[in-house]
């Protein structure tokens, strides 16, 4: 709650909640137009990175941590030409993950070999080797999460709040195949198991009027769209049992 605070006061509020996957009560917070919270958040924090007077360093790689005793005093980074030795009181590690790096992700997780990611492409694990290479620990690290809806050609990922306001999934077969609603592992190993791996994610113009992130889609070609659910399956590629299965699944849920 002081967090949602705190971006009330930087002029970032997300007064939206909805429900979604996982969860028993509205508590993802979002933009006020539905907006993805992402480059929201990012936006604001740049203004207020302008305001305050921060220094970025932008193009340099930090390359190593710098140790007194068992202590971070600096760090170590490289830019186009320069070579930079940087002393600090203290030394915050905010580099993320690996999910751009198949090489560390197959070293722990076999079966995720090829895996698209949404993350940045400078998500590499340095950070993570850096600190080991000064005897940090680490734990959890095979405990890597799979998104049930990320367009594959374009590694966008379709907002938690499309399901959460009631979109469905169906498969090749124009069937639904579970709960949209539980928890992202669970909902991503029900795509795996279904024909080719993938699903599709159905919803309405009252869903697309009420939630901004889904012109994204549209504008970046990933969505197909008809009047009637006839038109939708052919779009789709149904025919046939796929097309009358597709017809019926809408009827349902």
Request: aromatic share 6%; net charge negative; hydrophobic share 40%.
């Amino acid at each position: 709650a002081a967090c949602i605070d705190w971006l009330d006061s930087i002029d970032a509020p997300l007064p939206k909640l909805s429900f979604s996957g996982g969860a028993t009560n509205s508590r993802i917070h979002a933009p006020e137009d539905g907006s993805g919270v992402g480059a929201y958040l990012v936006t604001a924090f740049l203004k207020q990175i302008d305001a305050l007077g921060i220094n970025v360093m932008y193009n340099t790689t930090a390359t190593s941590i710098i140790m007194d005793g068992d202590k971070a005093v600096g760090i170590m980074a490289e830019g186009d030409d320069t070579v930079y030795t940087i002393n600090a009181e203290a030394v915050i590690l905010t580099t993320g993950g690996f999910g751009a790096n198949n090489d560390m992700i197959v070293s722990f997780r076999e079966d995720l070999d090829g895996t698209v990611t949404t993350n940045t492409p400078a998500a590499t694990g340095d950070g993570i080797i850096m600190a080991q290479a000064v005897g940090a620990d680490t734990r959890d690290l095979e405990q890597i999460q799979l998104h049930p809806t990320v367009e594959q050609a374009t590694s966008m990922l379709i907002t938690e709040g499309v399901r959460g306001d009631g979109a469905i999934l169906v498969n090749q077969e124009g069937k639904r195949f579970t709960n949209e609603l539980l928890t992202r592992d669970a909902v991503s190993a029900a795509e795996l198991e279904q024909p080719g791996c993938y699903a599709y994610i159905i919803f309405d113009q009252n869903l697309r009027d009420n939630l901004k992130a889904i012109q994204k889609y549209v504008d970046t070609n990933i969505t197909v769209q008809a009047d009637t659910i006839e038109g939708l399956a052919a779009e789709m590629g149904y025919e046939g049992e796929a097309a009358a299965n597709f017809a019926a699944t809408v009827e349902d849920w």
